[in-house]
């Protein structure tokens, strides 16, 4: 405790040295701003303003401040990154991400549906063609990936070298 206090009364914690002023035993700064990590405050202080912290910090339980110092700083930084959305541009940006992904697999969910009916109906069926499902698998079959890309970058190698041999 006796270091702790030495400590405290040599190096102010990263507020009080920003605000120059002296950091008492009891400063409500001091837990949540150490002096290592001078950025901290700084964003903070920036965004909301050391009196407004202090403000929010005081009307909290002791157990709640180190939350709400994390979701200040958070929040300062990203309103600096982004001043006019601030971290709700973050979570529109995730929200509108959630979305699309929501209806990504509601289609895929859609079209299971679809081949496990068709599947179902296909092998349901008596006739002994069922037809259906091997065209499904033929037309898959032709959509492999052919050499023509190969063929491309053949052709272009000749063509450098032609390029290289005509001058
Ligand atoms: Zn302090």
Redesign the pocket.
């Known amino acids: 405790m006796e270091v702790s206090r030495k400590q405290n009364a040599s190096s ?2 990263a ?2 040295k920003l605000l120059r002023r002296r ?1 008492s035993q009891d ?1 409500i ?2 837990p949540y701003f150490p002096a290592e990590e001078p950025h901290k405050f700084a964003g903070v202080h920036k965004v909301f303003g050391a009196s407004n912290v202090s403000k929010m910090l005081q009307e909290l339980p002791e157990e709640h401040r180190g939350d709400a110092v994390s979701s200040m700083v958070y929040e300062a930084n990203a309103r600096m990154r982004d001043p006019v959305y601030g971290c709700v541009g973050a979570i529109s940006y995730l929200q509108q991400q959630i979305d699309g992904l929501r209806q990504q697999l509601a289609q895929t969910q859609a079209e299971m549906l679809h081949l496990k009916v068709r599947q179902a109906a296909s092998s349901h069926a008596t006739s002994p063609s069922n037809s259906g499902s091997q065209l499904s698998y033929a037309l898959l079959s032709h959509s492999k990936p052919s050499n023509f890309e190969m063929d491309m970058v053949v052709d272009q190698a000749n063509f450098t070298q032609s390029m290289w041999s005509s001058t």
């Open positions: 102010p914690c507020a009080c950091c400063c700064f001091a």
